[in-house]
């Protein structure tokens, strides 16, 4: 039988603990036998879970025995591992053993120098965190999970379950996970990928920012038709000088700045009306509803219709859709 091994360690989070516990351990064959064995592994034998204690176990040396090993996040991810966390790990490894990481459980597998090379994601809000203390990672913000092969990471709190009915698919095929799916009143697959739930705020303007009365213009006025001469000459600059002060002062360009602030408003309005897509286009700023759509799903990960679904709770209209089923979707990866 396929050995799950979930290392716990102090301070861990324990939706990211549970997540993967439950789902292994009740995935089922088609004959009805257990698909995982499932084993709580920690460092020493009490672990601080914030609002509770936990006793493991198990301990260290049984992850040498784990087919697959889950890291959940904690709520300190950047602490240093605790003594033989590292050496275990990679011992693992280096036999092959499948390591997954939920959400800020990413820092664990960085910190043990696997992910050096690859790619990975975590939570959108510890994104750039995991970028800046390990350079040699490439890290990817707008997915749900990344599969490297031996090495799989997901994104934050549900994302967790994405990434375990991923590889219960892969073990065992999709009639088995479609079955665990269900178990846990979730989609075999979603649509789109964390992206849609980051939430695009307006970047706060660095000290001595030159360009805080143009910024704050052209968020005001971004449901107009503005070319760069008109944000140019807006400003008193060329457009040379203005992609250049832009570039210095906000990492972008005017018109990539504009197109993100007719986006937030798109999603405000998605959010907050039952207007069509056509006419938050037009308030929005974009030329067509064909430009608003593929501006959204590149900058957002979804389309504006499932946008507005996930956030407003508004259910599928496809009457082939059973009431209480969720539709199933291809998975950004």
Known sequence: MHTVAVLALDQVIPFDLSSPIEVFSRTRLPDGRPAYRVRVCAPQEEVDAGVFRIRAAYGLEALAEADTIILPGTAAPTLPLPAGV??????????????????VGAFVLAATGLLDGRRATTHWRAAPLLAECHPEVTVDPDVLYVDEGQFLTSAGAAAALDLCLHMIRKDHGSAVAADAARLSVMPLEREGGQAQFIVHTRPPAPAGNTLEPLLRWLEENAGRDLTLDDIAARAGLSTRTLNRRFREQTGTTPLQWLHRARVRHAQ??????SYPVERIAAQAGFGSPTAFRDRFRRVVGTSPYAYRRAFRGERPTNPRTPTGTAPQHPTTV
């Open 268 to 273: 405000y309005l998605l959010e907050t009306t």
């Open 86 to 103: 590292r050496e275990a790990l990679c011992a693992a490894a280096a036999t092959g053993t499948r390591i997954a990481s939920v959400c």
